[in-house]
């Protein structure tokens, strides 16, 4: 009987583990980011890979809501990522249009104007808001690279801040408007626009320049691939 139990719970350890993997991959995320961006120590995913470590399993709380996924979708005992039970799943969607395209860039030409392409959006990635409170931007340019790509459509919640980390939809300088991981301190004088892609420069806006900042909104999902955010 042990045995068995042994196979079952390796079993379950071999699905969690890929799928962790799988979102992360579809995030594009390095080992190392993801690391960073749950506090874990260096080399830890790759410990996992080789099977040297299944602290993964004592995090599912913690990684359910970095991935935005339900626990037992984790497990493998659910295909339904959605963090809502099975009966509350609604399958339907809403039809957004793109408005426009946003530059992943720095200081390119920003387009807010209907493309007349229309995308669909599952009703559960709204949860409780209207969905008056989203609209899409096509992305331009490759500064957020492997995260998204040229062409991605994204799915945006207004709002007018952001937690520190999160990838936004942002206007700098008065006029120009970017897709970048915002970063910044609570009740400091500095906010950090940081593209994925290391071949662009971070951005540093301090000082008076961010009363010329605007924070359009967060990006919630990804056409191309369906990952939520």
């Given at each position: 009987m042990k045995n068995k139990n042994d196979k079952m719970k390796t079993a379950e350890q071999n699905i969690t583990l890929k799928r962790i993997l799988e979102l992360k991959d579809a995030r594009g995320l390095e080992d190392t980011a993801?690391?960073?961006?749950?506090?874990?120590?260096?080399?830890?995913?790759?410990d996992w890979k080789r099977e040297a470590s299944t602290s993964y399993m004592k995090m599912l709380p913690e990684l359910s809501d970095y991935f935005d996924v339900s626990v037992d979708y984790l497990l493998g005992r659910s295909d339904n990522p959605s963090k809502y039970p099975d009966?509350?799943?609604?399958?339907s969607t809403v039809t957004f249009p793109v408005i426009?395209?946003?530059?992943?860039?720095?200081?390119?030409?920003?387009?807010?104007?209907?493309?007349?392409?229309?995308?669909?959006?599952?009703?559960?990635?709204l949860k409780t808001h209207n969905p008056n409170d989203y609209f899409v931007l096509e992305v331009k340019g490759n500064s957020m690279y492997p995260l998204f790509m040229n062409g991605d459509k994204?799915?945006?919640?207004?709002?007018?801040?952001?937690?520190?980390?999160?990838?936004?939809?942002?206007?700098?300088?008065?006029?120009?408007a970017t897709l970048k991981k915002v970063e910044y301190v609570k009740d400091g004088d500095w906010m950090r626009l940081i593209p994925r892609n290391p071949e662009y420069p971070t951005k540093v806006i301090k000082g008076a320049d961010l009363e010329q900042c605007r924070i359009y909104g967060e990006v919630v999902y990804k056409f191309s691939d369906n990952v939520r955010f």
């Open positions: 993801l690391e960073k961006e749950l506090g874990l120590r260096q080399k830890q995913v790759a009966n509350l799943y609604d399958e426009g395209a946003i530059c992943a860039g720095y200081g390119g030409d920003n387009e807010f104007s209907p493309t007349g392409e229309e995308l669909p959006v599952p009703k559960y990635l994204v799915l945006i919640r207004k709002c007018d801040s952001v937690d520190s980390g999160t990838v936004a939809a942002i206007g700098f300088d008065g006029e120009d």
